[in-house]
């Protein structure tokens, strides 16, 4: 009893003696800032002794201090349901608001600052406190430990007794394909993966794909199982292997709406596209679309009967749909509404922006971001890099918030979380996707991003010490990227421009970009409260002959609004002979797919090829390239209600692995074609295989049912929609 006492005092001096210095190196930092800001002063006009300045900067330091630990808090809830990009913006006049109370609070009345220089000084003192209790923390090796043990007594408080059944956090990793990921590990650049695939510092990139490129049962499992297979298991000595890799395929349409609504909705039936026409309501559709999202969600719901994967005890975190969860965060699906859950889907702001040091530090890194995305811009531009797109605009701000803001909110959401002891938690980083998109996927400004999401998992790993049941953590891709350059930047015309002139349309003299899609944009809009639409996409014909032409990656959609029904090849040839043929044969398209009169479904390629969909696998034609699933994934998907008149895949080389994106993208998805269609699953091995030696995981819907099962192999959430209404009915 003596020695926990003991070590009770030893752990309270400590505390002290960190806040004696925290508060010394801030009135260290006030008095340097006084004497280079002309505008700040800690003296009176007639001038005053040291010691007085002293004395006025440490009361100031102290005073800025508690205000910032007491108030702080307050004014985040209360500033809860202002838009979350307008928050972070607020962070800085917050803080100087703040230091001109902490002024004039002072006995002394000596201190004085002009409003914008409280803003400079504020934030120039959050951040050092911040670095300095950091660097202090780093010093005590319990420090961080007893922070986190706080956090858990603090969620502990208010949510029921946990069950001693492991949880499960699914971390998705945007965009970041399996030969990525293995690069990645085999550079060094996601030590923590290699360390949970048992691959060694020493190992070389080679050794790594030899290691991990197995598949199905084992990845890089050359390691045995280390007690229930959690990640916290990857912390002991030597290299055993925690985790096992295994790679999946994409449906056709390789994109975040397809492969996320399958994965926690259980069907991504329906979607042939990131954006298409629906005939019937008369309307574009976009997966990143708050009320698309939503409506995409309800059909899911609807088709299988069943809430989602996180119907019962789980948090969605990030993602475009919920997947039937009860505590939700910046969930695309729910942005579009005005009511108290919209709050509670903002609520994941507060969670971070409750503490003034992370609010600057967020604040400050967003801003170091927007400058680092224009430095390499710039540079790309200079050293006449290619292929490139164009990346001014908003596009650095865009960046900043998916690399810095999402990120940080949707980490801090899944630690709490996790210490709160919640079931099952999904939570979508979009960082690389985003940066992907405009830099390459193999770029040095893309590995950068890779490393930063590493560091991510290991702090999510850490808080599996602390939370109040065991977890096992599983990362998983949406789909990958394919490099290549822009349909445009090759041809010189957009796909919507070769579609006119098939139908002897004029062409615009300047060919106009096409949007992104990217997922961050869609976040973006959704935090500043804009509806997100992207202009032409909210279609209502107005020349109802003309075609609609919609792009996702390099998967190209052509649709004739003023036709209710999705037309055969004989009658888009009777009405626009040429059109079809000069598709099929231009070089920046591999194969288009068509309905038939004759053959229900059919295959155009180059040199009058046809080939039905039923004779595809003794002769795939222009599939052949595109690799095995090619045909399965071109039948499923003319089976949609929704399917354009029209459905175009780019070019695609097997050589070199790339497309050409009918979008402004240098990497991209959507379609058929290379690493985009190959994301990975990562997995603990106290969980069982997700398929037996030499099969197969293929489809969104396929990795849901994975997912499930490991949900009941830890006594996880599996209660059916119609018994979770009976059960809140009661």
């Known amino acids: 009893m003596r020695g926990v006492r003991a070590g009770r005092w030893r752990r309270v001096v ?56 007491l108030v702080w808090p307050l004014l985040v809830r209360l500033l809860l349901l202002v838009p979350a990009l307008v928050l972070g913006l607020l962070v800085f006049f917050l803080n100087g608001g703040l230091l001109l109370l902490a002024l004039r609070l002072n006995p002394t009345e000596q201190g004085d600052a002009a409003p914008e220089t409280a803003v400079v000084v504020a934030a120039v003192m959050s951040a050092v406190a911040s670095a300095t209790g950091a660097a202090l923390a780093v010093r005590d090796d319990d420090a961080y430990r007893r922070r986190l043990y706080r956090l858990s007594d603090r969620r502990r408080r208010f949510a029921p007794a946990c069950p001693a059944s492991p949880g499960i956090v699914f971390m998705q990793l945007d965009g970041v394909g399996h030969d990525v990921l293995l690069d990645a590990v085999g550079k060094g ?64 349409s390789s994109q975040t709406g397809a492969s996320q609504l399958g994965i926690l909705h259980g069907s991504n039936h329906d979607i042939p596209a990131f954006r298409w026409y629906e005939k019937d309501r008369q309307e574009v559709m976009v997966c990143n679309r708050p009320t698309s999202a939503a409506e995409l969600q309800r059909r899911a719901v609807r088709a299988t009967g069943d809430g989602g994967l996180l119907t019962l005890d789980g948090a969605s975190r990030g993602n475009l749909f919920s997947g039937g969860a009860d505590e939700q965060a910046l969930v695309l699906s729910i942005a579009a509404r005005r009511r108290s859950r919209e709050t509670r889907s903002r609520a994941g702001y507060f969670a971070y922006f409750s503490d003034p040091a992370n609010a600057v530090r967020t604040a400050m890194s967003f801003v170091a971001e927007v400058g680092r995305e224009m430095g ?97 953590i599983v990362v998983l891709s949406d789909h990958g990227q394919s490099p290549g350059e822009t349909f445009r930047t090759r041809y010189g015309l957009t796909l919507g421009d070769l579609v006119r002139a098939g139908c002897g349309l004029p062409v615009p003299r300047r060919a106009r970009r096409t949007h992104s ?16 639409e992207e202009g032409r996409e909210q279609y209502r014909p107005s020349r109802r002959a ?23 090849k004989e009658e888009i040839d009777a009405r626009h002979p040429a059109l079809l043929t000069t598709l099929a044969n231009h070089p920046g398209i591999g194969f288009l797919l068509v309905r038939s009169e004759a053959h229900d479904g059919v295959v155009l390629g180059p040199f009058g090829t046809e080939i039905p969909l039923d004779a595809l696998d003794e002769n795939p034609g222009p599939l052949t390239d595109f690799g095995a699933g090619a045909a399965d994934a071109v039948r499923r998907t003319h089976s949609f209600p929704h399917t354009a008149d029209i459905m175009v895949n780019s070019w695609y080389d097997p050589a070199e692995g790339e497309v050409l994106a009918f979008e402004e993208q240098i990497g991209s998805h959507g379609g058929l074609g290379g690493a985009q269609g190959r994301p990975f699953l990562l997995s603990p091995l106290g969980l069982s295989a997700p398929v037996e030696d030499g099969a197969e995981l293929t489809g969104a819907e396929h990795i849901h049912r994975v997912l499930r099962r490991w949900l009941r192999e830890t006594d996880g959430p599996q209660v059916p929609l119609a018994a979770r209404q009976e059960r809140r009915a009661a």
């Open 517 to 532: 899609g990217a997922e961050a944009r869609a976040a973006v809009r959704a935090a500043l409260r804009r509806p997100v």
């Open 546 to 568: 003309e075609p609609v032409v919609l792009a996702s990656g390099n998967l190209g959609l052509v649709s004739f609004p003023d036709v209710p029904h999705r037309m055969t």
């Open 14 to 69: 400590s505390q002290i003696g960190r806040s004696v210095a925290v508060w010394g190196v801030s009135t260290l930092t006030m008095l340097v800032l006084a004497g280079i800001l002309p505008d700040f002063r800690l003296q009176s006009a007639d001038g005053d002794s040291a010691t007085r300045i002293a004395v006025t900067a440490a009361f100031g330091a102290g005073a800025f201090g508690l205000l910032s630990a």
């Open 376 to 472: 390499q811009s710039t540079r790309t531009r200079f050293c006449k890099v290619r292929p490139r797109v164009g990346r001014g605009g908003l596009y650095p701000f865009v960046r900043a918030f998916a690399t810095v803001v999402e990120r940080d909110v949707v980490v801090a959401a899944v630690m709490g979380d996790m210490l709160a002891g919640r079931t099952a938690v999904y939570a979508d980083l979009v960082a690389y996707d985003e940066v992907a998109h405009h830099s390459g996927p193999m770029s040095r400004d893309a590995e950068k991003v890779l490393e930063r999401l590493d560091r991510s998992l290991a702090l999510i790993e850490t808080v599996v010490e602390h939370a109040p049941r065991p977890y096992r």
């Open 189 to 252: 650049l996601m030590p923590t993966v290699a360390r949970w695939l048992g691959v060694s510092e020493n190992d070389s990139e080679s050794g790594c794909e030899k290691g991990c490129e197995s598949g199905s049962e084992g990845g890089c499992e050359n390691g045995s199982e280390n007690g229930d297979g959690s990640a916290a298991g990857g912390r002991a000595a030597g290299r055993k292997a925690t985790h096992r890799l295994s790679p999946w395929r994409t449906d056709w």
